[in-house]
């Protein structure tokens, strides 16, 4: 079921490339590239969390439009 209004473009995590990214099966990322580049950078430590998170890190989630897109299993 697609989502009843578009969905915004959003910049790619890894390249900042713009576009509807969320409805690829690699969103938020543009490509399956760019996605397992990211996914490498976590596992050489180039990206890590480097505080607890805070109730203000999560504001605008709420405004994402909601629908099977976020829920897919990566892979599919």
């Given at each position: 079921?697609?989502?009843?209004?578009?969905?915004?473009?959003?910049?790619?995590?890894?390249?900042?490339?713009?576009?509807?990214?969320?409805?690829?099966?690699?969103?938020?990322?543009?490509?399956?590239?760019?996605?397992?580049?990211?996914?490498?950078?976590?596992?050489?430590?180039?990206?890590?969390?480097?505080?607890?998170?805070?109730?203000?890190?999560?504001?605008?989630?709420?405004?994402?439009t909601p629908?099977?897109?976020?829920?897919?299993?990566?892979?599919?």
């Open positions: 079921m697609k989502p009843s209004k578009p969905l915004p473009e959003v910049p790619c995590p890894q390249c900042r490339r713009r576009g509807p990214w969320l409805e690829s099966p690699s969103g938020p990322f543009c490509s399956e590239r760019c996605r397992l580049l990211d996914l490498g950078q976590w596992f050489e430590e180039g990206h890590r969390i480097s505080r607890e998170l805070r109730p203000g890190d999560f504001e605008g989630f709420d405004e994402l629908g099977d897109h976020l829920d897919r299993p990566t892979g599919v």
